[in-house]
């Protein structure tokens, strides 16, 4: 198929032609190369290279192979590739003079030495025709062993077939399109003349591999075809699941009986009974060895094995690229793994005194301990699970971060190369103890070392609020909070609020020690006491019953401060906070009806009725809402007034009718459409009201 701009606009439209040009003109297209069906290149655009192109099979079986988000999620073809094409296009068409340096640069000059190039005759059919002809060496599977392999170029016109370097250099040659590439492979490899013979060594000849792909004179010696194929080799591999997780690779000798040839930037290529062809770059992946090999390494038996703390990221990335590309046999499905994330257990050691602090954080995954903020090279995100050799976990890199987060936000320096943070001067130093360890005690492993422990010892108080409260049975309760230190020393509520708006968290007590307070979590008391809406009075705060769970919950979930109280008061907070079971009132014939899940939609209805609540039942579609709502209708005791149902109008009769499915001893009234005023009437004897 000719490549074309008539073509690339039809193909790719008008405005990706339009910005096409512009990238051209930019000169943002690096290089580009069209060998039938396969037109690659690079663009450059600001600080990202894109590898782009078109794989051209028809002009209906087209496919964009450039990595840029227009391709990527619209799968478009994408002005990238069309400017590789125009690239090629303008490189392969003479340019005409047009401006003075380049009319000057095309008047006649004095002669020099002849050109050692042969002549082309561009796109006309005026020159001679030529084809070229490759011979590769007899001995070619001994040459590829050594690595260094002789090729012979020949080309064949009206006078017979010649080396390459005896061809004329002032007749133009007619060459096709897949010889005109070998050609400009061939004067990219030597700045001079192409000698007739050329010795390359392995990394070399994989360069030229590509030009030579489906070339139709290629010969090993005089007689023999030789085959450069497109299509990878398909390997036959067979992974077996071993009993302690390790996978084992082994693969039939026949697969790698051929000559290997590899270069980075076309990849490894196998020889073989008259045939070279690409192995697959997966298979290649895994069969390699090296230092960033992660998988299996080529041993010199055909068995090779996979570590189990590799399994994760082997099947991963790269099982489906192998079953798509190689002829894999298998004892385990990928579907027989399963992998879920491993919450750590948090170690801090700190060390030091009160002017200057020295910390370590740790993380531990069962047995295994890591230090945060320090990557080593035997550290993986992959944990097995020793009891099931099909079960791994990950590492919670997220809540790694937000711990050392947590450090870092309380003064401490990133950690340095051993994993060590500093938190210098006193000030900061009181503040971390009054703020942030009291709460890091309560939720991580935390260890002073022994100087430290006798120094907080001798020089720290702790001061936390105290709460009781008295219960008035029905209505309301009081909230008594008290501050004191660790040896009785008490601090008023003006004090209090003096240090919480000097933002200091720390004082001298009258024994000569530090007091230190996080102020920041009082004043997130003074903030739930205010959501509370309390009323206050001399002995402390008087708020409503129904704000019981909420002020137990939010302080115990944010400090871990405990609340002395009555017995009843701490059920009615239990059960406010969702902490004490529901329980489901009689259904009657709806017993065995409702699913558990459903009966526990009603029972929490009831709670919410109970405690003047507002609330959302959030069931998925389909999930019996409904039949929850008019179940918990059914079972209100002592209802006097009409329930109204405001839905979407489609849904009107769909509960009139479900009523009278479930519950038809409900009195039901559909007050819809334009007539609906002539049934206010009704509203006061029905038990339920559906509108729009």
Not at 439 to 455: A, F, M, N
Request: hydrophobic fraction near 40%; include cysteine.
């Amino acid at each position: 198929m000719e490549l074309t701009e008539n073509f690339l606009a039809q193909i790719a439209g008008w405005e990706a032609m339009k910005q096409a040009r512009a990238v051209l003109q930019s000169g943002a297209v690096l290089s580009s190369n069209w060998t039938p069906p396969v037109l690659r290149g690079v663009v450059q655009e600001g600080s990202t290279s894109y590898r782009a192109g078109l794989v051209i099979k028809s002009t209906v079986d087209i496919e964009n192979v450039c990595h840029c988000r227009q391709s990527r999620e619209w799968g478009t073809i994408c002005a990238h590739s069309v400017a590789v094409g125009l690239h090629h296009i303008k490189r392969d068409q003479p340019q005409a003079a047009s401006t003075p340096a380049q009319l000057a640069a095309t008047k006649p000059v004095a002669p020099t030495k002849p050109s050692q190039r042969l002549q082309r005759a561009g796109n006309s059919d005026s020159g001679e025709p030529l084809e070229l002809f490759v011979i590769f060496p007899p001995n070619l599977a001994p040459a590829l062993e050594k690595g260094k392999v002789m090729l012979c170029f020949e080309g064949k016109w009206r006078s017979g077939q010649t080396p390459l370097s005896s061809l004329p250099k002032s007749v133009p040659f007619q060459l096709s399109h897949i010889d005109s590439q070998l050609l400009d492979a061939l004067e990219k490899i030597t700045p001079t003349e192409i000698p007739a013979m050329m010795m390359l060594d392995a990394s070399a000849l994989a360069d030229l591999l590509p030009v030579l792909v489906e070339h139709p004179r290629l010969t090993i010696g005089k007689s023999q075809s030789l085959h450069v194929l497109r299509e990878p080799l398909r390997l036959k591999l067979k992974f077996t699941l071993e009993a302690a997780g390790e996978i084992s690779l082994s693969h039939s000798e026949n697969n790698f009986t051929g000559k290997i040839i590899s270069a980075p930037s076309t990849g490894t290529w196998i020889f073989r009974d008259g045939v070279i062809q690409p192995l697959p770059k997966c298979a290649v992946s895994i069969l390699s060895a090296g230092q960033n090999a992660p998988r299996f390494g080529l041993p010199e038996s055909q068995r090779i094995q996979l570590p189990r703390e590799r399994v994760p990221q082997f099947l991963s990335q790269e099982w489906a690229a192998l079953q798509h590309s190689c002829d894999i046999e298998s004892n385990f499905s990928i579907e027989d793994f399963s992998l879920a994330p491993q919450k750590p257990i948090f170690l801090l050691n700190l060390a030091g005194g009160i002017a200057q602090l020295q910390a370590q954080l740790q993380c531990a995954y069962g047995n295994r301990i890591m230090t945060v903020g320090v990557t080593s090279k035997d550290e993986t995100l992959w944990l097995p699970d020793p009891k099931n050799h099909t079960r791994y976990s990950t590492r919670d890199l997220a809540a790694e971060q937000n711990a050392l987060g947590r450090l870092l936000r309380s003064g401490f320096s990133a950690p340095d190369g051993q994993g060590r943070l500093q938190l210098l001067g006193q000030n900061l130093v009181l503040n971390f103890f009054a703020r942030e360890y009291p709460r890091l005690q309560k939720e991580w492993s935390v260890t002073l070392e022994e100087r430290l422990r006798i120094s907080t010892q001798k020089n720290l108080e702790w001061v936390e609020p105290k709460f009781e409260v008295t219960s008035s049975g029905v209505q309301w309760f009081d909230l008594n909070v008290s501050f004191s230190s660790n040896s009785g020393e008490r601090f008023s509520p003006t004090e209090i609020q003096r240090l919480v708006l000097s933002g200091q968290s720390h004082t001298r007590l009258k024994n000569g020690k530090f007091a230190v307070i996080d102020t920041g979590a009082v004043e997130e008391l003074q903030e739930v006491l205010l959501d509370a809406a309390p009323t206050q009075h001399a002995q402390g705060y008087r708020l409503n019953n129904a704000q019981a769970g909420f002020l137990e919950a939010t302080l115990r979930e944010k400090n871990g401060w405990q609340i002395q109280a009555p017995t009843d008061w701490t059920q009615r907070a239990k059960q406010q906070s969702g902490e004490a079971k529901l329980e489901c009132p009689p259904l009657g014939d709806l017993e065995s009806v409702l699913r558990p899940y459903q009966k526990h939609g009603v029972a929490w209805m009831h709670f919410l009725r109970a405690n003047g609540f507002g609330g959302i039942l959030a069931d998925e579609m389909g999930l019996g809402k409904t039949l929850q709502a008019l179940t918990f209708l059914k079972t209100i005791p002592k209802r006097t007034l009409p329930t109204l149902v405001v839905c979407p109008t489609s849904l009107v009769f769909n509960w009139v009718a479900e009523v009278g499915k479930f519950t038809p001893e409900l009195k039901v009234l559909a007050l819809h459409g334009a007539d609906r005023r002539p049934l206010f009437d009704k509203i006061a004897e029905s038990d339920l009201v559906v509108t729009s």
